[in-house]
């Protein structure tokens, strides 16, 4: 798998990170107005509409879990071509791209579970607040430890920050990165696999 996202071309990784994902949203909010319009109306508040809202995470975690694949596949993937002596450790990158993913499943099971009880649990938010922040530490990390691998994998020589930094918001906005970043990738491997 990691391979298939490595040799991945630009337009094929933006389809599925966030066209694929986009066109779910479309769908499922035609999905949800049909609903409201064709219950518009019934008598009372129409509990049905909650049914529909079970697609939002599944669609959050295809397009997350794509991202973070592509993460994964970089960060780790590129070490092989990478000089021995200069190859970064990943134990402790391959936690921070597992946890977001962990974060969002338990995210969105609280979250229904808050909806479909009947009385608000405050504790969940206390319990989702330290986490939430973890997350966004483990996704900056995750932009700087992919944009170093990047970086280091195509000059082949140890990098600082200002090497970098360039490919660090590339990730970050990967909506916009993806057309830069991943083309350097193919091209720093091409031939090597």
Not at 21 to 40: D, G, K, M, Q, R
Request: with cysteine; aromatic share 24%; proline share 4%.
């Amino acid at each position: 798998m990691i391979n298939k996202f490595l040799t991945a071309k630009h337009w094929q990784l933006f389809l599925l990170i966030l066209v694929v994902p986009f066109v779910l949203t479309f769908v499922w909010a035609l999905a949800l107005i049909f609903h409201v319009v064709s219950n518009v109306h019934s008598s009372g508040f129409n509990e049905e509409i909650f049914g529909y809202f079970y697609f939002m995470p599944i669609i959050m975690i295809v397009s997350i879990g794509s991202l973070l694949g592509w993460f994964w596949s970089l960060g780790s993937g590129l070490q092989q071509f990478i000089p021995e002596p200069l190859r970064l450790k990943i134990g402790f990158f391959k936690i921070t791209t597992l946890f977001p993913m962990i974060y969002y499943v338990i995210f969105f099971a609280l979250i229904f579970s808050t909806i479909y009880s009947s009385y608000p649990n405050f504790f969940y938010l206390i319990f989702l607040i330290p986490m939430h922040f973890f997350t966004m530490f483990c996704m900056f990390y995750n932009f700087y430890f992919v944009a170093k691998t990047v970086k280091t994998a195509e000059l082949q020589r140890e990098t600082q920050f200002s090497d970098y930094i360039a490919e660090f918001f590339l990730l970050w906005f990967y909506y916009i990165g993806i057309w830069i970043v991943q083309p350097k990738v193919n091209k720093t491997i091409d031939g090597k696999l």
